[in-house]
């Protein structure tokens, strides 16, 4: 079972920010927490991940609690590309370990 | 080349037919993965496969019958299905040995949309 909570859907004001959140409240020190995003019709794709530590990189802004507990993924200015399934997903850092998705959040960004 | 490929994109197959799908990357990695998506619903595991061995089949039934015949090929061979295994089969593949932060984000194919009759 996944072991993230998230909103079912949020809509989004294309060129403002969204903040996606994901309660992972079960969270072990081990585990990781990784975001990804489903296009309609496309395969997953990978977003960004982080243990503790805010991350950003070219795609997304992670920001994780301190306690760990729940995590906000920042899309800094949404265009309508952005529109799209948003899983976040806890899991081991090893190479192999699959990925258990969870329901996720249908981001709409609007024009 | 960061790329997944998933041939057929489409796949239309009787419950007495004998296909297979194909996945195909040539990053290097040593880890690939099949997946099933029904509609609406987020992806589930069926196969891994780890330096060409299986290494997790989720109570997949033996109709679906997965084959890693070498690092950079993956398939998925399919006999027998019922129409509720029409869904769309998602290909991955990823690193498996890591250093600290050195990425092991799986890279997912665009997937084959089946539909049994």
């Known amino acids: 079972d996944a072991k993230t909570t998230q909103p079912p859907s949020m809509d989004c004001a294309e060129g403002r920010a969204a903040n996606l959140p994901c309660n992972h409240s079960t969270i072990s020190g081990n585990e990781y927490v990784y975001w990804y995003r489903q296009i309609h019709s496309q395969g997953p794709q990978y977003i960004i991940h982080?243990?503790?530590n805010n991350e950003t990189n070219e795609m997304a802004s992670l920001i994780i609690t301190e306690d760990r507990k729940s995590s906000t993924l920042i899309l800094p200015h949404a265009t309508l590309r952005d529109t799209a399934v948003y899983y976040c997903i806890v899991r081991l850092y090893s190479g192999n370990t699959p990925l258990v998705f969870g329901k996720g959040t249908r981001l709409s960004v609007i024009a | 080349d960061t790329e997944v490929t998933q041939t057929p994109k489409h796949l239309v197959m009787g419950m007495t037919n004998k296909k297979s799908l194909k996945c195909e990357q040539h990053?290097?990695?040593?880890?690939m993965y099949w997946y099933k998506q029904k509609a609406k619903k987020p992806p589930e595991l069926m196969f891994v496969y780890s330096y060409e061995k299986l290494s997790i089949n989720e109570s997949v039934p033996s109709r679906f019958s997965p084959e890693c015949p070498n690092s950079s090929l993956l398939n998925l061979h399919l006999h027998a299905l019922q129409p509720e295994d029409s869904a769309l089969y998602l290909c991955a593949s990823s690193q498996v040995l890591q250093r600290e932060w050195a990425g092991n984000e799986q890279f997912f194919g665009p997937g084959t949309r089946l539909t049994v009759l």
């Open positions: 982080g243990l503790k």
């Open positions: 990053m290097g990695h040593r880890a």
